[in-house]
């Protein structure tokens, strides 16, 4: 069975500074990995895959993940946030190789980024 | 090109009713998953299907059940509903099954059950 621990509930920071968003699965198979972003009142975009290859993944909106295999992690990081980066973080896994496809989520981090 | 829809945006029932929630996938989507996503939790896979056929489930009832039609789009169908059952329904669509492909996710259904 698969399992997602994303470490914060809630995680404050100021305005352009760095921000760390942590996950850790476990895993009896290998996976895929992924962050989905959650605005108010929205369903989920993704922000940022791992399939294969280089561990130091970029996505959209100048966020990062690096995927550490012997830590079972995949850390989300940004040098600077900004105010509209406030909004619900999960962090989620697929097996690799199934035809279901089902993700399986964390439970979400908030960030709240103030001016 | 659309995105995922669904209908409607939110619901109130009454416990014991039973109630049916919409999705339209995107466009040359053949691959419905619905979650359900409690108040402070992250989504909970529901089932999934694929061309017209449930290709999987997580761990809910029988009374969660689903349909998907010709044109790839979907519904979730609870009987009997129950306090426990409020939350965000989220429906997402994939170009296939394969966990590699992005799930585009709607923007949910509210459902509250008094």
């Known amino acids: 069975a698969q399992s997602v621990t994303q470490l914060d509930s809630q995680v404050p920071v100021f305005e352009e500074a760095p921000v760390e968003l942590r996950c850790n699965y476990s895993s009896s198979v290998s996976v895929y990995l992924f962050w989905y972003v959650q605005y108010p009142n929205q369903g989920l975009q993704l922000l940022l895959k791992y399939l294969s290859g280089s561990t130091l993944v970029k996505g959209i909106n100048g966020f990062e993940a690096e995927f550490n295999k012997s830590q079972t992690s995949f850390h989300l990081r940004k040098p600077s946030v900004h105010i509209s980066d406030t909004a619900e973080y999960f962090c989620?896994?697929?097996?690799?190789?199934?035809?279901?496809?089902?993700?399986?989520f964390g439970r979400g981090t908030q960030l709240t980024v103030w001016p | 090109e659309t995105g995922v829809t669904q209908s409607p945006t939110h619901l109130i029932k009454t416990r014991g009713q039973q109630v049916t929630l919409r999705c339209s996938s995107q466009?040359?989507?053949?691959?419905v998953s619905w979650y359900q996503q409690a108040l402070g939790q992250g989504p909970q896979f529901i089932f999934q299907y694929y061309r017209e056929e449930e290709n999987g489930r997580g761990n809910f009832p029988p009374r969660f059940s689903g349909l998907q039609f010709p044109n790839y789009s979907s519904e979730l169908n609870v009987n009997a509903l129950e306090l426990d059952d409020s939350a965000l329904y989220l429906c997402?669509?994939?170009?296939?099954?394969?966990?590699?492909?992005?799930?585009?996710f709607g923007p949910g259904t509210r459902l509250t059950v008094l």
């Open positions: 997402a669509s994939s170009l296939s099954l394969a966990g590699l492909n992005e799930q585009f």
């Open positions: 989620a896994v697929s097996d690799r190789g199934s035809t279901l496809g089902r993700l399986y």
């Open positions: 466009s040359g989507h053949n691959t």
